[in-house]
């Protein structure tokens, strides 16, 4: 049987005040929550999301005596690798089903999920388009027996639950709240559990995706809206999902220097360099308190050779 506990966890994780002199000319403030502190593996935006799954596949465990999980990711997938960790921590036998061919080499974060006891299972790009079809998924419980289903990216009801209580560790008096948006599983979560009326809510979009206002939009329920101020960037995407450039990865190496925060290409790194951007471009009213959510990811790193040279403390396995 599985038993979970999440003590070893640092929760609420830490807020850091940023200091620079482009702060101080501009008058902001800049915060960061630090939800990459949270565990080595279990962090950011892919823990939230799993901490209420994982009490409820632990409660399914107990009623139905059976403790699978299965979820769906791509190869560098944070959201599988973090449910490996999990799956091995809290006793719970993990599939992963993984978008496209196994690569060559295994890369890092598919040898931890297989270090962790994650039932791998690659399939072909036009069938993970299937991941959400019950037709499919019945195929899979054939296949595998019982599972307990979490959706890819950990993007369900439960998760956004586990989302909203990020807003409960935070101090009043933010302006403006920043975060990144994938799915903006985390964003609509946002938007429906911010109780204050005084600030905005602004969401950097990681990939080419103009109609993921209109996703968001359709996901929130207008009756749980009590501050409707939010707003998306589709200006730092950089060409793409899990694209960067060698500004970007620039702008990363010499934040880690200025501020001693590891951010990645994927999603911290786009956000910042444009919360930055648009301080320089006077976008945030003079004395703004601005509050940027890291949202972890850091195992990702290892994909960019860009990093090879940095110490991984922070993403290796515990
Ligand atoms: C998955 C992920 C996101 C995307 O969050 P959504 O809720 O899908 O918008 C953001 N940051 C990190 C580090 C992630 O792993």
Not at 40 to 64: C, D, F, H, M, S
Request: aromatic fraction near 10%; glycine fraction near 8%.
């Amino acid at each position: 049987m599985p038993s979970i506990s999440f003590s070893e966890l640092k929760l609420p994780s830490p807020v850091s005040q940023l200091n620079s002199p482009l702060l101080s000319e501009k008058q902001v403030q800049l915060f960061i929550k630090r939800d990459e502190l949270i565990h080595p593996v279990l962090q950011g935006n892919k823990w939230r999301k799993l901490k209420y799954n994982l009490i409820a596949a632990n409660k399914t465990a107990r009623e139905n005596r059976q403790n699978t999980i299965l979820s769906f990711g791509g190869p560098y997938s944070n959201h599988l690798h973090a449910l490996a960790y999990a799956g091995k921590q809290f006793g719970f036998n993990t599939i992963g089903i993984v978008r496209g061919e196994q690569p060559q080499p295994i890369n890092s974060c598919i040898q931890d999920m297989l270090n962790w006891g994650m039932q791998l299972n690659f399939i072909k790009r036009v069938d993970y388009k299937q991941k959400t079809s019950p037709v499919f998924l019945q195929t899979l419980k054939e296949q595998f027996g019982d599972f307990y289903l979490i959706p890819e990216g950990g993007n369900n009801a439960l998760g956004k639950k586990g989302c909203g209580e990020l807003l409960d560790e935070l101090d009043q008096g933010y302006d403006v709240i920043c975060c990144e948006v994938g799915s903006g599983t985390m964003l609509s979560s946002l938007i429906e559990n911010n109780k204050n009326l005084q600030n905005n809510i602004l969401g950097f979009v990681v990939m080419k995706n103009i109609n993921i206002e209109i996703e968001i939009r359709n996901s929130i329920n207008p009756d749980n809206v009590k501050n409707n101020k939010w707003s998306l960037s589709h200006d730092y995407h950089f060409n793409g999902f899990a694209k960067a450039s060698n500004e970007l990865h620039q702008f990363i190496l010499n934040f880690k220097q200025q501020f001693n925060i590891q951010l990645e290409p994927v999603y911290s790194g786009k956000m910042l360099y444009g919360i930055f951007d648009l301080i320089k471009k006077d976008y945030f009213k003079p004395h703004s308190k601005i509050l940027a959510i890291h949202g972890g990811g850091l195992q990702g790193l290892r994909g960019f050779s860009e990093y090879s040279e940095i110490n991984f403390e922070n993403t290796k396995s515990p």
